[in-house]
């Protein structure tokens, strides 16, 4: 079973396409905008990854988690990246009207993180809270002021991706027999060393709903004259994230900035400032050949760029929180379920901010005949 007790799924229809959401039993659709909570997952994975965050959060909140297109139970159409991640925004936005809100705290994983940011350029949101977020800039190929290295983005998009991976996710592999296996994925790049957890196969389960048709993952991608020699196509899921497509920095300038909450893992392997996901990072380490140098094609400051524009953000009067959890991975909402739901309940406004600093106590000393 991949469901967890008290969560539901359903496909709803909506004008764009096909949409699954997860739910939990018992939650109110009445429920007012200020206490709805809509979890967006990232990139080869779905909304059950949310499953364990949805059940442990109070009862009279109402939590969804949909599927993006391409993943879980949601319609496999095809993704326009020259939209950037727009055509996944804009599916969010159908289901939740149809759904019947009009306005929530919204929470991003990862390409998810994009997916939200997009959303609040275009929707007004109550609060966002991004967890390993991708950069505002995209996913490679720029220097930390967001500048692009190339003018067609090399190194970047479906190109990149491993083809034996995107071989096993089509076949529904779901062993650990080489390093490129979804589960080996999930181990070495999804969660810092040492996390366990009994629910592993259902993360696996979630990781193989990823649809790797035409127009989905991981994209296409045409020649370039420049290192490693090829750029982003037009179509599919990495493409979306390139940065002549994706460019979310724009937050900076909303006029109704809703409050940030940005968590993140210190041995993040996927968004950093040396990931191993980047290929100028790996051409730097020497795994691939003929890298040309920092000066031409320096690996990407992931982190920083986002601590750059959050800066700005709240430089510009925006409220800004940074989580950064010490020996946690991309995945903080599993690897550490505690500090993530405080984090959130605070951000959604569920549950006041501690005094920092706290005020000083004094010892009362009473008597036992009083």
Not at 18 to 44: C, Q, S
Not at 123 to 140: D, M, R
Not at 327 to 344: D, T
Request: glycine share 12%; net charge negative; hydrophobic share 35%.
């Amino acid at each position: 079973m991949t469901l967890f007790d008290g969560i539901t799924a359903r496909v709803i229809e909506t004008p764009r396409l096909m949409v699954n959401v997860l739910e939990r039993e018992g939650d109110d659709p009445e429920t007012p905008p200020d206490r709805t909570v809509v979890f967006i997952h990232g990139n080869v994975s779905s909304s059950l990854f949310w499953q364990e965050t949805m059940q442990d959060l109070p009862a009279d909140l109402r939590v969804i988690a949909i599927d993006l297109r391409g993943f879980g139970g949601t319609e496999h159409a095809p993704i326009d990246a020259t939209r950037g991640v727009r055509d996944f925004s804009d599916d969010v936005r159908a289901a939740l009207a149809v759904l019947g809100i009009p306005t929530a705290h919204l929470v991003g994983w990862s390409m998810g993180g994009g997916v939200i940011l997009q959303y609040a350029l275009d929707h007004p949101v109550l609060s966002l809270t991004l967890q390993a977020p991708v950069s505002p800039y995209g996913f490679g190929g720029t220097r930390r002021d967001g500048s692009r290295l190339t003018d067609d983005d090399a190194g970047c998009g479906g190109g990149g991706a491993n083809p034996d991976f995107v071989q096993r996710l089509n076949d529904h592999d779901r062993t650990d027999e080489a390093p490129t296996s979804p589960r080996s994925v999930f181990r070495s790049g999804y969660v810092a060393a040492g996390y366990e957890s009994p629910y592993e196969d259902v993360w696996v389960e979630s990781m193989l709903t990823t649809s790797t048709a035409t127009g989905n993952y991981p994209g296409d991608s045409v020649p370039s004259e420049s290192w490693p020699g090829f750029a982003p196509g037009r179509v599919g899921v990495l493409n979306t994230m390139t940065p002549g497509h994706f460019d979310v920095s724009g937050i900076v300038e909303l006029a109704d900035k809703p409050p940030i909450l940005w968590i993140h893992g210190t041995l993040d392997a996927i968004v950093s400032d040396a990931s191993f996901y980047d290929l100028n990072n790996l051409g730097k380490l020497g795994v691939i050949p003929g890298w040309p140098g920092d000066d031409v094609a320096p690996p990407q400051q992931m982190v920083s760029q986002t601590r750059d524009v959050l800066e700005r953000y709240a430089a510009a009067g925006g409220e800004v929180t940074e989580l950064s959890l010490e020996g946690v991975g991309h995945s903080p909402h599993l690897e550490r379920p505690v500090a993530f739901r405080h984090a959130l309940l605070e951000a959604i406004g569920y549950v006041g901010h501690p005094i920092d600093p706290a005020p000083p106590t004094e010892a009362i000393i009473i008597r036992s005949s009083d």
